[in-house]
């Protein structure tokens, strides 16, 4: 795999790489596609903040002008964050968006890629991509759940939205081998609340023995990544039935339009934001800033393993 050779990291984050220390990667669709301006800046920043208050160090991952960028100035994340022209970059986009030198926000799928070639074994992120409500039909599955089952970091996030199939998510990432860690909780958490109806594959209470599981899953060569489920916290959490309701007219809205591919989960991120006036933003932000907190332990006592 040659992405190094495409790929920048700054002085600080690679120092600290080289000698096991707490790095974070954070994604930046949900900068570039997931969130408008000016909160995506806000969003980020404070993200930025959490981590590095706990001395661990955040590294922002996107594509700028063809670059892999592990790590951003804080110059660069806010011309990023009121870019334009910014692609969504999965997997399968990172050719295209290198190649002809663009600007990209990096999915899941795509920032794990990146983080595992630059060294960095944990990743925070709000929520991963996963089966698609409606899947029979539309086969829509996000590359996500393909790049948790090869490549080798672990995800902390706070579930997945609801906008998504939940219990098909959870039956494709046990067909894949990717273990499902519930941080302190036996529910996989639904992004906004904090119940999906759905168990976790195990549960863990503590970052140490999180990074435990890590390094006996890699050092037993099984190799992708593992997703850490963190709940939002019950003061932040939404009433779920306001969120659905948002959900089941953005999905109704979305196949009124016709929309497939890669634009239907910024359309639906950016309606139901809208139809929950602003109340959504907030916690997504909350549970960022709680998912950032774990991901700096995590790093910490996977660092102190090596
Ligand atoms: N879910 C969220 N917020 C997000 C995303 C998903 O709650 O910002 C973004 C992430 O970047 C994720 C991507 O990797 O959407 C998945 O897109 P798709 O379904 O097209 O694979
Ligand atoms: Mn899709």
């Excluded at 969504?88 to 983080?115: E, H, W, Y």
């Amino acid at each position: 795999m040659k992405l190094g050779k495409w790929m920048d990291i700054p002085e600080e984050i690679q120092d600290s790489i080289n000698v096991n220390g707490p790095v974070v990667a954070l994604e930046s669709t949900i900068i570039s596609h997931g969130m408008p301006f000016p909160q995506n800046l806000e969003t980020a920043l404070e993200v930025e903040k959490v981590v590095r208050k706990t001395g661990a160090i955040p590294a922002t991952i996107a594509v700028i002008e063809g670059r892999i960028k592990i790590g951003l100035s804080k110059i660069e994340l806010e011309q990023f964050a009121e870019g334009i022209k910014t692609i969504k970059v999965s997997s399968r986009d990172l050719p295209f968006v290198i190649s002809q030198k663009l600007n990209g926000g990096t999915t899941v799928a795509a920032t794990m890629k990146c983080a595992r070639k630059a060294g960095i074994s944990v990743f925070v992120t709000g929520g991963i991509g996963g089966v698609h409500r409606g899947s029979e039909k539309t086969m829509d599955i996000s590359a996500d759940l393909m790049e948790l089952s090869h490549t080798n970091v672990a995800v902390v996030c706070a579930g997945i939205k609801s906008i998504l199939d939940i219990p098909r998510t959870l039956e494709y990432l046990e067909t894949q081998g990717v273990p499902v860690i519930g941080y302190r909780t036996d529910e996989f958490p639904a992004f906004y609340s904090r119940t999906s109806g759905c168990s976790v594959q195990s549960r863990i209470n503590s970052a140490e023995e999180i990074a435990n599981c890590m390094k006996v899953k890699w050092e037993l060569g099984l190799d992708g990544g593992l997703v850490i489920a963190n709940p939002v916290l019950r003061e932040n959490a939404m009433e779920q039935i306001v969120v659905e309701e948002a959900i089941i007219r953005s999905l109704k809205e979305a196949s009124e339009k016709g929309l497939i591919g890669k634009a239907v989960t910024p359309f639906l991120l950016e309606r139901v934001s809208q139809l929950t006036d602003g109340e959504s933003l907030k916690t997504n932000i909350a549970l960022l800033c709680n998912n950032a907190l774990l991901g700096a332990k995590i790093a910490y006592a996977y660092g102190n393993k090596l």
